[in-house]
């Protein structure tokens, strides 16, 4: 049995939805910048949003082959405590990114198969965290938050050298099995937490981390 388990609701874009994700105990908010997303928030938007996310609550910007200047702006103006880096980041792209912005670095792998775990053994070298999504169908637009899952079997038992956290097709009715079944002590959820795209519904959100039980201690 899984137990002190955190909770990450990304994909953030009103200061009603960060309050909801506050409120109901979330250890981190996530905002997205990435165009094709029906969740991207400007970077006004996104520094107004983390200025009212308290202390304790990790702040996490999801970017997807983000270039330096892209980086730059949103660094500058929103203050963070993480970069999600989305995309087909090479490690080596993570060692720098985290080398130039002295920000925890957490990089999301999709999987799909089997054959897709080897990767997360690479990227657990590098990164501070890791984000283990279920793998984007060929041709979509977004390289997550399609609300997709995996086969959650295929991480029983496995274990890193750093923290990681369980994605895909995560609800409020299966989030619990879904930590049992994994050994994953950090859920994030976006799409299934919603009303439509891009359209968080409190209730659900409150639902999702009362259903992994009650909270453990803030990050810091």
């Known amino acids: 049995m899984t137990s002190a388990i955190r909770t990450k609701i990304c994909g953030l874009t009103t200061a009603d939805s960060v309050a909801a ?4 105990g979330a250890a ?13 928030v400007d970077i006004e938007t996104a520094r107004n949003l983390a200025a009212d996310v308290p202390p304790g609550v990790c702040k996490v910007a999801l970017v997807v082959n983000a270039d330096d200047a892209t980086l730059d702006a949103i660094t500058d103006r929103v203050p963070l405590d993480m970069l999600q880096l989305h ?13 130039r912005y002295g920000l925890p670095v957490m990089k999301a792998v999709g999987i799909r198969e089997a054959d897709d775990l080897a990767q997360i053994d690479v990227y657990a070298e590098v990164a501070d965290q890791l984000l283990i999504d279920a793998k984007a169908p060929k041709g979509a637009d977004l390289p997550g938050g399609n609300g997709l899952a995996f086969d959650w079997s295929l991480l029983s038992g496995r274990r890193w050298p750093c923290p990681w956290m369980l994605a895909g ?4 009715d299966n989030a619990m099995r879904a930590a049992n079944l994994t050994g994953a002590n950090q859920l994030d959820v976006s799409s299934g937490v919603e009303t439509a795209p891009g359209l968080k519904d409190a209730d659900k959100i409150a639902a999702f981390v009362a259903a992994l039980g009650p909270q453990p201690p803030k990050l810091f």
């Open 28 to 40: 981190y908010v996530g905002f997205v910048f990435f165009a094709k997303s029906p969740r991207n």
């Open 21 to 24: 994700a506050v409120d109901a």
């Open 169 to 172: 097709g995560l609800t409020p």
């Open 87 to 99: 995309g087909a980041e090479t490690p080596e792209r993570v060692s720098e990114i985290k080398a």
